[in-house]
C-alpha cells in the first residue's frame, strides 16, 4: 500500500509539472507593488531555520516571493522526476530530502517578504506542511493530506493575485 500510495503522489507531481510545463505566459498586467515597510519580520513562517539576513534589507514585492516560491516548486518537481527517470522506486528518504530542502528554500524566500503579506503568510504555511510530511514516517503519504494541498491551493491562489501562476 506505500509504494501504490508513493507512486500516486509522485506521478501527481509529475502531471502537475507536465502542466505548468505546457501552460503559456499569460502577460499579466502590471501590479502595485506592496508598500515597503521599515522592519521585515515574517510573523507566521517557521524561525527554527530562517536566516537572519533579511532584517536589515529591504522587502521584496510579493510577485518576487512568488517567483522564488515557483522556482522552489519546480526544483523539487524535477528532483522527483529525475528519481522516476532513474528507474528506481521513490524511497521515503527521497521525498523526506525534497520536502525538507522545499522547507528550507520557502522560509528562507518567506523571510525576505512583508510580514502582513499574504504570500508570506501563504508561504509560511505551505513550507509547514511540507516540514511536517518530512518529519513523518512516511513522507509521500504525508503529502497526500487534505491540509497540504489546502496550503498549496492557497499559495497558488496568492500568487495569482499577483501575476505569478505556479501550482503548488
Known sequence: ??????????????????????????????????????????????TTSAPSAAAGAETVSDKKLCESAKK????????????????????????????TDLEKELTTVAATGAGDSKVVAALGQFSAEAAKAAAAADPGAAADSPAFAK??????????KVGVHATF
Open 1 to 46: 500500500m506505500n509504494r501504490f500510495r508513493s507512486s500516486a503522489v509522485v506521478l501527481t507531481c509529475v502531471s502537475l509539472l507536465t502542466l505548468t510545463a505546457c501552460a503559456g505566459e499569460e502577460a499579466a498586467p502590471p501590479a502595485a507593488s506592496a508598500p515597503s515597510t521599515t522592519a521585515a519580520v515574517p510573523s507566521t513562517a517557521p
Open 72 to 99: 522552489a516548486g519546480d526544483a523539487m518537481k524535477e528532483a522527483l522526476v529525475s528519481a522516476l527517470r532513474s528507474g528506481a522506486e521513490p524511497s521515503p528518504a527521497l521525498f523526506e530530502k525534497t520536502f
Open 151 to 160: 496550503a498549496g491551493a492557497n499559495l497558488s491562489a496568492a500568487c495569482k
